[in-house]
């Protein structure tokens, strides 16, 4: 996920959907924790939907990569309404449209092979 620049990058995520949210959230602690770890922090989307300055602060100051559950985009949405920026956009559904091998059994349960 290019695009962020040197700036500090931000992953919001979705919690809405126990499936696609799962797989969010182990996207965006892989980019944070284990990929880019001195240059990504984590934010999440109800913070932003809460309104918490600090987390609009967090957006606002530095390019964001949204991790969004599906079509509605509401990561992507909620930076953007925060005063952010947003480099990059991803979906969970977009990630299983281009790898057909990972196939949940549902919405809200996954097989093992995702």
């Known amino acids: 996920m290019s ?9 919001c995520l979705q919690r809405h959907r126990q499936g696609a949210g799962q797989r969010q959230r182990e996207a965006a602690y ?3 924790e284990e990929l880019r770890p001195q240059a990504t922090e984590i934010v999440a989307l109800s913070m932003l939907v809460l309104g918490d300055e600090g987390a609009r602060r967090k957006v606002a100051e530095a390019p964001a990569i949204t991790i969004d559950g599906c079509k509605l985009m509401c990561a992507a949405k909620m930076v953007r309404l925060s005063g952010g920026a947003v ?3 991803a979906t969970v559904m977009d990630a299983y449209r281009r790898h057909k091998n990972l196939k949940p059994e549902g919405i809200a349960q996954l097989n093992e092979a995702g």
């Open 3 to 11: 695009g962020a620049g040197d700036g500090r990058s931000s992953s």
């Open 30 to 32: 892989e980019l944070a």
């Open 87 to 89: 480099a990059e956009e």
